[in-house]
């Protein structure tokens, strides 16, 4: 059952998604919910259905106080590196906000100080708390969207279906041909790039 945090009236919930990709950016969502809102399937995006996903975005949007979305481009994932680019994903989207809220709750266990707000760190926080579950919802289906026009532009790696995730399949498109401007340099887009040449 997933819980309200008491820590204030208005709490800010925050979560990335697509940060173990190979493909696409990392995309954060920012959400306030009202304290008296209630929902029976709203629950981590990763233990939802696409199906349910799409039913509850609408939702959270609608009745959300406030909300908001931002993505991190490849180039700047490997730029920074990919926790900074999540952290940073998730303060633009709070950048975005349209409210007085100052306590921030953070899926994971890794986050930088946004500004004087205060915040916490709740690993599993996905499956714990209403806001942070909203915001990984948001940010799984605005991401998918986006994986979803880069598939019609590179169809041979099917990010329709694994959305730049280190698939059996999408690791042997890469290998068949090549990277694209969309994929992230820095990862390791095969497993024998960890092997030494001599």
Request: hydrophobic share 35%; charged share 30%; glycine share 4%.
């Amino acid at each position: 059952m997933l819980e309200k945090c008491f820590f204030l009236p208005l709490e800010i919930g925050t979560d990335e998604a697509g940060r173990g990709c190979l493909a696409g950016p990392v995309t954060a969502a920012a959400i306030i919910l009202p304290e008296d809102f209630k929902n029976d399937i709203l629950n981590d995006s990763k233990k939802l259905s696409e199906v349910k996903r799409n039913i509850l975005r609408p939702i959270l949007e609608n009745d959300a106080i406030s909300y908001a979305v931002s993505h991190i481009n490849p180039e700047k994932i490997d730029e920074i590196n990919i926790l900074n680019a999540s952290i940073l994903a998730m303060h633009k989207a709070i950048d975005q906000l349209n409210s007085d809220a100052t306590h921030i709750i953070v899926d994971g266990n890794r986050f930088k100080q946004y500004k004087k707000h205060t915040h916490e760190c709740i690993v599993k926080g996905d499956g714990k708390y209403l806001s942070i579950a909203a915001a990984s919802i948001l940010a799984k289906t605005y991401r998918d969207e986006i994986m979803n026009m880069l598939h019609e532009e590179h169809p041979m790696y099917n990010w329709k279906q694994n959305k730049g995730y280190p698939t059996k399949e999408h690791r042997e498109a890469i290998r068949k041909y090549g990277v694209t401007k969309y994929h992230r340099k820095s990862f390791r887009q095969l497993p024998e790039q960890l092997k030494l040449n001599i």
